[in-house]
């Protein structure tokens, strides 16, 4: 009986035996010597073949491969496990970054094989060069693409760590190029912008999907460019949302002032400055089209929307328009192909209140959002951008920036039924215009975007009103929509 006892009790006692070696080899840190030893006695069994990465070729030009490989590798966790590395500060002021020291190993793993990497140091030619150690087994099967996501992942960090710049053109002569530049440090993003949240998601996707669509664009023959218009009244984010567009894709962004534009010609040759990966804006289209207060004429504008001298380089631009209402614009403006995604941004409702109050104010609930609700039912409304001021200036007191929110929308609340008593009072004559107005989802006319701040939030008022019915924001992909 004993006997059969006997193994399992051997067994178990193997088993705790080894649980504490290895308790004792990490805890002394013999651990690592243990691992080397075990390598070495791995490498003794196994045939290696090794690939070298300098940093110039045999014409000391730049190997771009070494770039890559080196950003690649130093965004590798297994960095802080190399023996020697060292540290140093980032782009940013708080950053520490970790280098690989000369000669220094560093490991990776990639579809189950292991690849080391060694950070020769400089030779006799002054060059430092990586090489690559993978088993001779392993290099038919992984070679190839653990080059190319070496490739990848590069191209994806040099994306995110750019530096992007904002342009903007110049009055002159053009000798030296029209644009100049300063970095873009808009904090914007899709996070920040109180809009609903499918639509942002749509759009966001929408995006990424241009981003990677080359291939397709190329086989319709068409110039590689997504063209987005933002309507809405003032403070309503359009600006803020070209912010984010960048940030999302990490693009510049050339901000394309018309009235500094000489001629049609002037507009070609500002197109053709721009650089790959940017957003081109024009803001407040609807104004220099218009007032006609540029010296460009409506064909120098269309042929700017539809990048006709930008299909020699074929290379991915997004174009942004904005506008305050597209009511009088030309529909040639707004045809399909030229336009690809209209985007309406309109006042505050209750949803994206409680958005801003989550960005600004740090509050999800509160016991005043429900009378904040009933006033927004009721009507009332204003501009994120003018809530978002009210909220800033009471930032430490959420209650109070609450209840100056409330008064605030009262007032507006007030002055529109002032308004519209005004509007009835009136009668006859005027009442054409007020059914027109209303019966086109309110028509700003020219005269009307002149008229000051009441107004326009006035018809603000009648725009959310019309818009309700619907949606708040209006997405409508590859046509007119009005
Ligand atoms: N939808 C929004 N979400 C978050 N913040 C907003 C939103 N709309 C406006 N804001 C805030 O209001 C300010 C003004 O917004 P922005 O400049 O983007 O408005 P706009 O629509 O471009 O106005 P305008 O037509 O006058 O140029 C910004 O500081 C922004 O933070
Ligand atoms: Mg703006």
Same mark, same amino acid.
Not at 89 to 106: A, H, W, Y
Not at 119 to 135: L, T
Not at 214 to 237: A, D, I
Not at 290 to 314: P, Q, R
């Given at each position: 009986m004993k006997l059969v006892y006997y193994p399992l009790l051997l067994l178990f006692l193997g088993v705790c035996f080894l649980f504490l070696v290895r308790a004792f080899l990490i805890r002394t840190g013999l651990i690592y010597v243990t691992r080397k030893w075990w390598r070495s006695i791995e490498d003794y069994f196994h045939v290696y073949q090794f690939y070298k990465v300098p940093e110039f070729n045999e014409s000391m030009q730049e190997n771009q491969l070494y770039g890559k490989v080196s950003d690649y590798l130093h965004s590798l966790a297994s960095l802080e496990d190399s023996d020697f590395t060292n540290?140093?500060? @980032?782009?940013?002021?708080?950053? +520490? =970054?970790?280098?690989?020291?000369?000669?220094?190993?560093?490991?990776?793993? #990639?579809? @189950?094989?292991?690849? $080391?990497?060694?950070?020769? /140091?400089?030779?006799?030619?002054?060059?430092?060069?990586?090489?690559?150690? +993978?088993?001779? /087994?392993?290099?038919?099967?992984?070679?190839?693409?653990?080059? *190319?996501?070496?490739? %990848?992942?590069?191209?994806?960090?040099?994306? *995110?760590?750019?530096?992007?710049?904002?342009? %903007?053109n110049i009055g002159g002569d053009g000798q030296n190029g029209r644009w100049r530049s300063v970095s873009f440090t808009h904090p914007s993003t899709f996070e920040t912008i109180a809009m609903e949240s499918d639509l942002k998601s749509k759009l966001k996707s929408d995006l990424e999907s241009f981003s990677k669509t080359? *291939?397709?664009?190329?086989?319709? @023959?068409?110039?590689?460019?997504?063209?987005?218009?933002? #309507?809405?009244?003032?403070? %309503?984010?359009?600006?803020? #949302?070209? $912010?984010?567009?960048?940030?999302?894709?990490?693009?510049?962004?050339?901000?394309?002032?018309?009235?500094? =534009?000489?001629?049609? $010609?002037?507009?070609?040759?500002?197109?053709? *400055? %721009?650089?790959?990966?940017?957003?081109?804006?024009?803001?407040?289209?609807?104004?220099?089209?218009?007032?006609?207060?540029?010296?460009?004429?409506?064909?120098?504008?269309?042929? #700017?929307?539809? @990048? +006709?001298?930008?299909?020699?380089?074929?290379?991915?631009?997004?174009?942004?328009?904005?506008?305050? $209402?597209?009511?009088? +614009?030309?529909?040639?403006?707004?045809?399909?192909?030229?336009?690809?995604?209209?985007?309406?941004f309109p006042l505050c409702d209750f949803t994206a209140f409680k958005t801003l109050a989550n960005n600004y104010l740090g509050v999800k609930d509160h016991k005043l959002f429900p009378q904040v609700e009933e006033i927004f039912q009721n009507g009332a409304t204003l501009s994120p951008a003018e809530i978002g001021e009210l909220m800033i200036a009471n930032r430490n007191s959420p209650s109070r920036a609450l209840k100056s929110v409330i008064t605030a929308l009262q007032a507006e609340g007030d002055r529109r039924s002032y308004a519209s008593v005004g509007r009835r009072l009136l009668g006859g004559l005027s009442r054409h215009s007020t059914e027109e107005s209303e019966n086109n989802s309110g028509i700003f006319s020219p005269e009307n975007v002149n008229a000051g701040k009441d107004f326009r939030k006035l018809y603000g008022l009648l725009k959310l009103k019309s818009s309700k019915k619907s949606q708040s924001y209006e997405i409508v992909s590859g046509q007119k929509c009005g």
């Open positions: 540290l140093l500060t @980032g782009k940013k002021p708080n950053d +520490i =970054v970790l280098r690989l020291d000369p000669n220094q190993v560093i490991e990776d793993d #990639f579809l @189950g094989a292991k690849v $080391s990497w060694i950070n020769e /140091a400089s030779d006799k030619a002054h060059s430092r060069s990586f090489v690559m150690k +993978i088993r001779k /087994a392993d290099k038919r099967r992984i070679l190839r693409p653990y080059l *190319q996501h070496i490739h %990848t992942v590069s191209n994806e960090l040099e994306e *995110q760590n750019k530096d992007l710049k904002l342009y %903007t080359k *291939q397709y664009y190329h086989r319709l @023959g068409r110039v590689w460019k997504r063209s987005y218009l933002l #309507f809405g009244p003032s403070g %309503t984010g359009k600006s803020s #949302f070209v $912010s984010a567009v960048a940030n999302f894709l990490r693009y510049d962004v050339y901000d394309v002032d018309l009235s500094r =534009v000489a001629d049609d $010609s002037d507009l070609k040759l500002l197109l053709l *400055q %721009t650089t790959t990966k940017s957003v081109i804006v024009i803001e407040d289209l609807d104004r220099f089209l218009v007032e006609k207060s540029t010296a460009v004429s409506l064909s120098g504008v269309l042929n #700017f929307m539809d @990048g +006709i001298l930008n299909s020699c380089c074929a290379e991915e631009r997004i174009l942004v328009f904005t506008m305050t $209402s597209k009511d009088n +614009i030309d529909p040639a403006v707004l045809r399909p192909g030229r336009i690809d995604v209209h985007i309406h």
